[in-house]
């Protein structure tokens, strides 16, 4: 088997003036508090000269863009979306071929449900340079700030990430997921739950399986609610769930600290000492 050098994700590509191609940075802005944030991140919003940012980015994360910058909104929640998938891709290639140092900004992180794969190939495909800097995937940081183990010697000896609608708007077989010692995860799947439920249920999943709900983790509203499969769909309207909010089911979910407080936020920077805002569009 060859052994393949690559690049170190951390080089941020630099300018070189008129006539030289720009890059692109695929860049995970975490689950939503700033200082969750990695160092590699903040550097790549820095030197931007373009940023694309999605809805689930906190105003506290885009406080690290250069004011120099332009920034560009383009974010997609159920039933809106800011510009077509395909015409961010046409103007992020259009960008770097200016010349231009564009980050692409996604919540969590960009290989977790974030489109950074469809991307990357698209951009490479037009002979764009593309780094990828991780992001603390929302799941990890919800089940840390509600204290949910997602694996457990005990409890869990495995953990599965899923989508809760599809492309085409529907939901994943879950049937081939269920299995005793099994941590759920499901992003998205607030408005299907109902389905969701009925799948587990009919692939033999106990009615008792503990669920947590975790609505805007690591923010100053996060809320944890606890439920089973047999109360979801009834404790998800009783409690008036919004998104963004995961679904953590299975046996750790009650290993859950009920209305757990996010960590204090570190600042290093006294321009970040304010109370975190979420970001709102007018059609978001």
Known sequence: MN???????????TSKGAGSIGAVSLVGAGPGAADLLTIRAAKALESADVVYYDSLVDASVLAHISPKARRI?????????????????????????????????????????????????DLRASGISVKV???????????????????????????????????????????????????????????????????????????????AVIERATLPDQRLIEATLKTLTEDLGIN???????????????????????????HTNPELSEPFAWVHHPMG
């Open 240 to 266: 008036d769930v919004v998104t963004p909010a995961l679904l953590v089911i299975g046996d750790v979910a009650a290993l859950g600290v009920l209305g757990a407080e996010p960590t204090p936020p570190v």
């Open 73 to 121: 909104f383009v974010g997609k929640r159920k039933g809106f979306s800011a510009m077509p998938q395909q015409d961010i891709q046409d103007r992020m290639r259009d960008d770097a071929l200016a010349g231009h140092q564009v980050v692409r900004l996604k919540g969590g992180d960009p290989f977790i449900f974030g489109r950074g794969g469809e991307e990357l190939a």
């Open 3 to 13: 052994a393949i050098n690559t690049p170190r994700s951390d080089v941020v590509p």
């Open 133 to 211: 800097v991780p992001g603390v995937t929302s799941a990890i940081a919800a089940a840390a700030e509600t204290g949910i183990p997602l694996t457990h010697r005990d409890v869990a000896t495995s953990v599965t990430f899923v989508t809760g609608h599809t492309l085409d708007g529907s939901i994943p077989e879950l049937d081939g997921l269920v299995s005793s010692k099994r941590t759920l995860v499901i992003y998205m799947g607030v408005s299907n739950a109902g389905t969701i439920v009925k799948q587990l249920l009919g692939a033999g999943v106990p009615d008792s399986t503990p669920v």
